[in-house]
């Protein structure tokens, strides 16, 4: 498969309607509903989870083609240790089945992945495929895919001020020039442009700790679809909704100022 050109990126969105200045350059998804969705259909909830890896190839080669920056996807959290082992167990043979299966689609479509969230924890064989799979794609130049990965907020900003703390106490770095550039560039996400766009399925009304800084100024999205459902013209859907809406940024209208 060719990589997206310029050309071809243009071509694309042309086909789904929506005009380039009102695309995304960065979107976030939460995808929920693996598990209600394998028991609408009396299947184990691996089987669920086995479906919703399928729909991440098709989600992440769309956005490729189409162009975005950055594309980040909540995997799974620091709290989803919390389920049964025998899910959890499952859960990460199916990553590290899905990121040695994938990576062709990785390079073929000029994606570089990046890891989000801890490391510690999480069993050596999923580590050994997540390592291949940066370091192979660590030379592309087209869309981040930002994996998150035993993910928590709160423990991300909480290492990031451990970080910059170290920083001030080594004498590298003075407390009144600590910014909001600073604090980003401690995260995990440095580096890779704030989402636009947030994309929950399930319905849940909710940000189940996910990047609770950078997702500041994005637009949501939530559809009461599960995950597994989530098909390319639901993502086209997604993005035509984003691209009707104005954003302020805190700002009046001009017709209101």
């Not at 064989?125 to 794609?137: F, G, K, R, T």
Request: hydrophobic share 40%; with cysteine; net charge neutral.
């Amino acid at each position: 498969m060719p990589r997206p050109t310029p050309e071809s990126i243009a071509a694309r969105r042309l086909s789904v309607g929506i005009p380039d200045e009102a695309f995304p350059r960065s979107v976030a998804i939460i995808m929920d509903g693996n598990g209600r969705w394998a028991r609408q259909r009396n299947l184990s909830r691996t089987a669920g989870h086995e479906q919703g890896a399928v729909r991440v190839r098709t989600i992440i080669a769309e956005c490729a083609e189409l162009g975005l920056k950055a594309l980040s996807l909540y995997s799974f959290s620091i709290e989803n240790w919390n389920r049964p082992r025998n899910e959890v167990n499952a859960l990460m043979h199916i990553y590290a089945e899905y990121l040695r299966r994938e990576r062709p689609t990785v390079m073929e479509n000029n994606i570089r992945v990046r890891h989000l969230g801890r490391r510690e924890g999480l069993p050596d064989y999923v580590l050994q495929e997540l390592d291949e799979s940066v370091s192979l794609s660590a030379g592309n130049t087209g869309m981040i895919l930002g994996l998150a990965l035993n993910y928590g907020s709160r423990a991300e900003m909480t290492a990031a001020v451990r970080k910059i703390a170290s920083h001030v106490a080594a004498g590298e770095l003075a407390p009144a020039v600590i910014d909001e550039t600073v604090i980003s560039g401690a995260l995990d996400t440095s580096g890779m442009p704030d989402p636009d766009l947030l994309i929950r399925t399930s319905g849940e009304m909710r940000l189940s700790n996910f990047l609770l800084w950078q997702l500041s100024y994005a637009e949501f999205y939530v559809t009461d679809l599960y995950w597994p459902d989530f098909d390319v013209e639901q993502l086209y859907k997604a993005f035509r909704d984003y691209a009707g809406r104005h954003r302020r940024f805190g700002a009046l209208d001009a017709s209101n100022t």
